[in-house]
């Protein structure tokens, strides 16, 4: 393939991310165009959804797609990827950072435009119809009688507060990116599509009040229901779909890397990202029978994988040169060959790397209500960027431990400081412990397993000791500055913070928010809505708990993840210690 067309497949990559990076500006614009567009189509094709899980519903079927599902969770590629780096040498370390940088900066892209487009899952939907007519007829009764009858019903009412916990339903502005809530059906407290309002607001047509709840399966020929319990209180939206996004990208740029390291042919290459395709369609079925999505969520998903791909494909090996590693520079990776020419300024490329993250969680747009997708974004890009720093040689902590001489003299073994006059014969730290290792911690299964036990340990310990410190460290900052960076989350998803944490000078406009507001309330409690930024007299941290603010919370997570995946690149040279051939050399007894 030649340069031109190598660089024209990732431009669209690089565009989209590009307009990720300008989240936070043109989010408003997004919203109103593209969001409401998205949003009305996944609101007329719900219903589909619900008649292909009638049609389909079957044990196996149910089985089959929760399996699917684990195949594209982050706990499968926690598992799958260290064995790569711990056991495939170099070229292994080289591509598990490849695909760990790869599924990070798609995680987040995904999380940007999710929040971007504020676009719900199927479930969510109230089940709808219009009618054009010359005049609209007086639906008070009706609506008085379904309003009684959500009122009455305790399973309607059930249904409600699910439906309200699962989506953080009560942003102050419709999920549709309208300007007021007048569009909203006043029985449903759910906004209706743009559509269907603007022609109710001309006299053409009337919605009929809403006859049916839509989750949990519960009746009803159009219902969604959701299949797997795991998504019953999900707060994230539902365009464009992660795991077809990631279904695609990821096994596709395992086949591709493996072919730019040398692993495959051009060929088999070609064959894997078939199967990726392939593979990803699957997924994109089973998302639609779990009814987790709708198919514009699929088709933006496989979209926005399709232009990573073509991103990472260019990027993926050139941002591995940059930091040291030994990448070929061939035809497959152009931009290897004038990316890893400055052998001497690694670190800056880390710190490159480092401000990019750090600039692009800076810029994540603030949600039309409260969703978990900023913390996706912060806990995958923190384990990217702790690989990074782990795997450039002069930030390994083991490394230099390794390499520490050690000298033997009458059996007694002393660590070497300085000039040595001790007569013994001197090694390294590596060669002694190569040689008294067991033959036991030699095998590949124990060396997996240790390596596990060694990261969890390592994971549990720094989460502890980040627990601890973090809130102490940030306390001490000046609120004035910790005010200027505060995360991006809607206020439906805090709680009312402390004294201390409020700017002198300023007072909290916003009402408390109760546990209603976090899904807690009685299904017939409905929460408060909150505006969506902060006004001008609110100027305080945001907080996750009454004692836990968000900025505390985020900054750990980062750190702590970006901790675990260093040491799981750390855990490699203890890997090839003892995966190596049995030294030669025993102290003297």
């Known amino acids: 393939m030649s340069p031109i067309l190598d660089n024209a497949l990732a431009l669209p990559g690089a565009a989209l991310f590009g307009v990720c990076l300008l989240a936070k500006v043109i989010t408003p614009v997004v919203r109103r165009s593209v969001g409401r567009r998205v949003y009305n189509i996944a609101y007329r094709q719900h ?39 711990w056991l495939a040498g170099q070229h292994g370390i080289v591509a598990g950072l490849a695909m760990c940088q790869c599924m ?3 995680t987040y892209m995904t999380c940007v435009l999710k929040d971007m487009l504020s676009s719900p899952r199927p479930y969510v939907f109230f089940r709808t119809s219009a009618a054009t007519l010359s005049a609209p007829p007086d639906t008070a009764a009706a609506t008085a009688a379904t309003d009684a009858a959500i009122t009455a019903g305790s399973l309607l009412k059930e249904a409600v507060a699910t439906v309200h ?22 029985s449903a407290h759910l906004p209706v599509p743009a559509e269907a309002a603007e022609q109710r607001q001309l006299g053409k047509a009337y919605l009929v009040p809403p006859t049916q709840i839509v989750d949990r399966g519960v009746g009803g020929p159009t219902q969604v229901a959701v299949i797997e319990d795991a998504y019953r209180n999900e707060i994230e939206y539902g365009a464009p779909s992660m795991h077809t996004w990631c279904a695609l990208v990821l096994p596709a740029y395992a086949g591709v890397l493996a072919h730019q390291l040398g692993a495959l042919s051009t060929v088999q290459c070609v064959a894997v990202v078939a199967g990726a395709a392939c593979w990803a369609t699957w997924v994109a079925l089973t998302r639609l029978y779990l009814g987790v999505h709708t198919p514009v969520d699929l088709l933006l998903g496989a979209l926005g994988g399709s232009a990573s791909l073509g991103l990472w494909r260019q990027l993926g090996l050139a941002q591995m040169a940059a930091l040291g590693a030994t990448v070929p520079a ?8 004038w990316l890893g020419f400055c052998k001497e300024q690694h670190h800056l490329a880390l710190a490159a790397v480092g401000g990019l993250y750090v600039t692009a969680l800076a ?32 930030c390994s902590l083991i490394s230099h431990l390794l390499q520490r001489p050690i000298t033997f003299s009458d059996g007694a073994a002393t660590v070497a400081s300085g000039n040595i006059s001790m007569g ?10 190569a040689a008294v290792a067991p033959d036991a911690l030699r095998q590949p299964l124990a060396v997996i397993l240790l390596g596990f036990v060694f990261v ?22 000046p609120l004035r500055l910790r005010l200027l960076w505060q995360p991006p989350v809607h206020p439906s998803g805090c709680v009312e913070s402390k004294s201390k944490y409020r700017q002198h000078g300023y007072k909290k406009a916003e009402p408390e928010v109760t546990s209603a507001a976090c899904g807690e309330a009685p299904a017939t409690q409905v929460p408060p809505k909150l505006p969506c930024g902060e006004s001008s007299d609110s100027r305080s941290v945001f907080m996750k708990t009454p004692s836990l603010p968000y900025d505390v919370d985020f900054l750990r997570k980062f750190l702590n993840y970006g901790i675990t995946v260093y040491a799981v690149v750390e855990y490699q040279h203890v890997a090839a210690l003892l995966l190596r051939g049995r030294s030669q050399w025993y102290p003297s007894q």
Do not use: C
């Open 104 to 106: 990070a900066l798609s």
């Open 456 to 477: 969890a340990a390592v994971k549990l310990l720094s989460k502890a000791l980040l627990s601890e410190l973090l809130p102490k460290l940030l306390d001490l900052v």
């Open 424 to 433: 013994g014969p001197m090694v390294t730290t590596a060669d002694a412990l």
């Open 330 to 337: 061939t035809e497959e990776v152009p931009w290897a060959s």
């Open 165 to 186: 916990t699962a989506a953080a339903v009560n942003p102050s502005t419709p999920l549709n990116g309208v300007d007021t809530v007048a569009n909203a059906d006043p």
């Open 363 to 394: 810029t994540y747009p603030v949600p039309e209500s409260h969703t978990t997708s900023y913390e996706y974004a912060v806990i995958f890009l923190g384990a990217a960027y702790g690989g990074l720093v782990g795997y450039v040689a002069n």
């Open 47 to 85: 219903e589909g959804v619900a008649r292909l899980q009638k049609h389909l519903r079957h044990p196996l079927l149910d089985v089959l797609t929760k399996f699917t599902a684990l195949t594209v969770s982050v706990e499968f590629y926690l598992v799958s990827l260290p064995p790569l780096m």
